[in-house]
């Protein structure tokens, strides 16, 4: 849905800006639907996006294992915001520094790196594995993804002041799936 609504956004300024110029452009239009800019911040992004659910993949690593197929569904649905994240987080989004973060080689091959590690995990979702050593060890290197882009890239404090609210879940040791 969200892909939907930014393809939409980019053909709707492609078939404005074609207002200025009498060559049919919808073709070329149809045939070049580039995501090129993020309807919001790439903090934003991190926020509501990746930081959410990167807490169901380390949860489970953390031997917290799903309980019904409900909860099955929010592990591997984590997996696949890892795999769409990472490509997302490529494009600069509407925050002050987005575009000079993401012309970055650095940054393209950390957001690269945060899709293998889904790919990687989303077989263990489909096959609802309860193998906690595989979790974590898609955990650990979930969490080095994270450290190694904050450190080269992050503000001690978020650009737009969109802050993380620990999962309290997580901190006092509770399930995430009661
Ligand atoms: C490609 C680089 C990159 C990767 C990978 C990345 N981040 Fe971020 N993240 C950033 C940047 C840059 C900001 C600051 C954005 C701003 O302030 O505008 C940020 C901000 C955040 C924030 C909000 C700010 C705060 O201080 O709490 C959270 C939460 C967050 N990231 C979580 C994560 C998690 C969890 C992962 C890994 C699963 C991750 N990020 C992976 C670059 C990255």
Same mark, same amino acid.
């Given at each position: 849905?969200?892909?939907?609504?930014?393809?939409?956004?980019?053909?709707? &300024?492609?078939?404005?800006? %074609?207002?200025?110029?009498?060559?049919?452009?919808?073709?070329?239009?149809?045939?070049?639907?580039?995501? #090129?800019?993020?309807?919001?911040?790439?903090?934003?992004?991190?926020?509501?996006?990746?930081?959410? %659910? &990167?807490?169901?993949?380390?949860?489970?690593?953390?031997?917290?294992?799903?309980?019904?197929?409900?909860?099955?569904?929010?592990?591997?649905?984590? #997996? !696949?915001?890892?795999?769409?994240?990472?490509?997302?987080?490529?494009?600069?989004?509407?925050?002050? !520094?987005?575009?000079?973060?993401?012309?970055?080689?650095?940054?393209?091959?950390?957001?690269?790196?945060?899709?293998?590690?889904?790919?990687?995990?989303?077989?263990?979702?489909?096959?609802?594995? #309860?193998?906690?050593?595989?979790?974590?060890?898609?955990?650990d290197?979930l969490i080095e993804?994270c450290?190694?882009?904050?450190?080269?890239?992050?503000?001690?404090?978020?650009?737009?002041?969109?802050?993380?609210?620990? #999962?309290?879940?997580? %901190?006092?040791?509770?399930?995430?799936?009661?």
């Amino acid at each position: 849905m969200r892909i939907h609504t930014i393809i939409g956004v980019g053909l709707s &300024a492609l078939a404005l800006a %074609s207002c200025n110029n009498a060559a049919p452009v919808e073709e070329e239009a149809a045939s070049s639907p580039a995501l #090129t800019e993020l309807p919001v911040s790439i903090n934003a992004t991190m926020v509501g996006l990746i930081d959410n %659910s &990167a807490d169901f993949i380390w949860t489970v690593g953390n031997g917290d294992l799903p309980k019904d197929e409900m909860d099955w569904d929010l592990v591997r649905s984590a #997996t !696949y915001d890892m795999i769409l994240g990472g490509q997302v987080m490529k494009v600069p989004g509407s925050g002050e !520094y987005d575009a000079q973060w993401t012309a970055e080689e650095n940054w393209q091959e950390w957001a690269d790196q945060l899709t293998l590690i889904g790919q990687d995990a989303l077989p263990l979702a489909e096959a609802q594995s #309860t193998d906690v050593e595989a979790w974590r060890a898609i955990g650990d290197r979930l969490i080095e993804n994270c450290e190694g882009c904050h450190n080269a890239f992050k503000p001690e404090l978020p650009s737009e002041g969109i802050l993380h609210r620990s #999962t309290e879940r997580e %901190s006092r040791g509770i399930s995430m799936f009661d």
